[in-house]
């Protein structure tokens, strides 16, 4: 009976264990289909002449283009993004075409401008191709600590760029930091369950 006891034990807490390791995967696997997503609506609304006109370093109209960057600045408001963006090679580096802020990014002189270079940029998006069109990473640059997803994409007129989405990193610091919480938990409950049936089968001898 004891040993039956401590094998229902186990068995149900490697299942508890098990599942909640599936819930994890599955929440950050739909935090990546949320920026994906986004990817693909940053790229439906910036038209392809923005990219060009920014390879060809000619100036866009300005009420169309601030149009686009307050559809950008409502979308992340409305969606927790922290950013949405696109962003063209230059050289070693990159430009921003066009770019969604925050606030504290006008008082602090944040905002990035039309071809305004990108100077922290994550080393790993220089990877992207169209082999390889999307990436997900985990970066600091000067902006914050981001959670991102990077599109590739070509225009007609053969030129590449890259839209990203942010997430602020501690999105998915406090889903890792909850899981670990509620393993630990649960770990405890089976380990006091174990004691208490110690100390039942002790008195019982007793």
Do not use: C
């Not at 990219?51 to 000619?58: L, T």
């Not at 270079?117 to 390889?132: F, T």
């Not at 914050?144 to 501690?170: C, E, Q």
């Amino acid at each position: 009976m004891r040993k039956k006891y401590y094998l229902v034990l186990i068995i149900s807490y490697l299942l508890i264990i098990f599942t909640l390791i599936l819930f994890w995967i599955s929440q950050k696997n739909n935090l990546k289909k949320q920026l994906l997503e986004a990817t693909h609506f940053v790229n439906e609304i910036v038209p392809e002449a923005l990219i060009d006109s920014a390879y060809n370093k000619k100036n866009f109209p300005i009420l169309y283009y601030d149009s686009l960057r307050h559809i950008l600045n409502n979308t992340a408001d409305n969606n927790n993004f922290e950013y949405l963006y696109v962003i063209i090679p230059q050289k070693d580096s990159f430009l921003f075409v066009i770019s969604s802020y925050k606030r504290i990014d006008v008082l602090n002189n944040m905002i990035s401008k039309y071809l305004s270079p990108y100077y922290y940029y994550p080393s790993n998006i220089k990877n992207l191709s169209p082999e390889r069109p999307v990436m997900f990473l985990k970066y600091t640059d000067e902006y914050g600590s981001f959670f991102s997803a990077f599109h590739y994409y070509i225009t007609d007129a053969h030129h590449p760029y890259i839209v990203g989405v942010d997430y602020d990193l501690n999105i998915i610091s406090s889903l890792n930091w909850k899981f670990i919480f509620i393993i630990l938990a649960v770990t405890i409950i089976f380990i006091l369950a174990i004691l208490l049936n110690f100390n039942r089968e002790y008195k019982i001898k007793k």
